[in-house]
């Protein structure tokens, strides 16, 4: 029987949430928290699943997402990609705190940008902040998340 291949995966979005991470991959592990260079933090995805905008990150200079990496096995990944509508895998570096110069090859979920994005609803966006405040990410950085504006 082969063995179970586990891979880093860097949540930014609901995922954050450890609750609903451990009901959706129930190997998860969480390595760290970690920031993405590079990259920005927006609601630029129409989730069909959700009928509300969500979590999206796009290339964008001098600009950094701060997640959660979990270790998760393959196999649910493979769940996981059922719930990220739209989203394709992409492998990306990020950096852990405490090993600033030492990058990580995460799996990170990326969607195109859509226009007339409807705003995400109270709930995705108390996922997210949860999740946030629980791994403890950067001050300013929840701050920003608590800017969010919500509909529905």
Known sequence: MPSEVNLY????GSNLNWPQMQRRCPSS???????????????TRH???RDCGTANVFPVSGKEVWGAVYEVSD???????????GYHREILSVFAPDNGSQPLQVL???AAIEKNVPPPNPEYKRLILEGARHWRM???????????????
């Open 75 to 85: 196999a649910d990944l493979v769940v996981m990609d059922g719930f990220e509508d």
């Open 47 to 49: 989730s069909r699943l």
């Open 138 to 152: 950067p001050n300013p950085y929840i701050a920003m998340l608590e800017t969010i504006q919500t509909g529905g």
């Open 29 to 43: 592990k969480f390595v760290s928290i970690a920031k993405l260079p590079g990259y920005e933090f927006g609601i």
């Open 108 to 110: 990170v979920y990326v």
């Open 9 to 12: 995966y860097f949540a930014y």
